[in-house]
């Protein structure tokens, strides 16, 4: 049964900092790409980041330049930097995780949430 371990988060002053981080337990299968998603109060769930096994990594145009994806690959964990926050940034956070159990079969697994919220 895997899980998506999350921490991080809370309530944070505009221009602030804040680390979240996401580990997977529960499956021996590599991982492929692992992401971080947002879902803002009466809109939809959005990508914010994600980052390949090769460690491409790919960025939403509202975060580029203030938020950092990384992980490390040893404890299955990914990590989501967030600098110059703005109360837009508000909302709920999830991870996402895809594991590789076949050369086609990739499940993609979700945290439970933590609400960010940005106080101005």
């Known amino acids: 049964q895997v899980q998506l371990v999350e921490s991080g988060g809370g309530l944070v002053q505009a221009g602030g900092s804040l680390r979240r981080s996401c580990q997977a337990l529960g499956s021996t299968f590599s991982i492929h790409e692992m992401g971080w998603y947002r879902q803002a109060p009466g809109k939809h769930r959005e990508l914010v980041a994600k980052i390949t096994s090769g460690e491409r990594t790919n960025y939403a145009g509202s975060v580029k330049d203030r938020f950092t994806i990384s992980r490390d690959n040893a404890k299955n964990t990914v990590y989501l930097q967030i600098n110059s926050l703005k109360p837009e940034d508000t909302a709920v956070y999830y991870c996402?995780?895809?594991?590789?159990?076949?050369?086609?079969?990739?499940?993609?697994?979700w945290g439970q949430g933590t609400q960010v919220t940005v106080s101005s």
């Open positions: 996402n995780v895809d594991f590789v159990y076949g050369d086609y079969d990739i499940r993609g697994y």
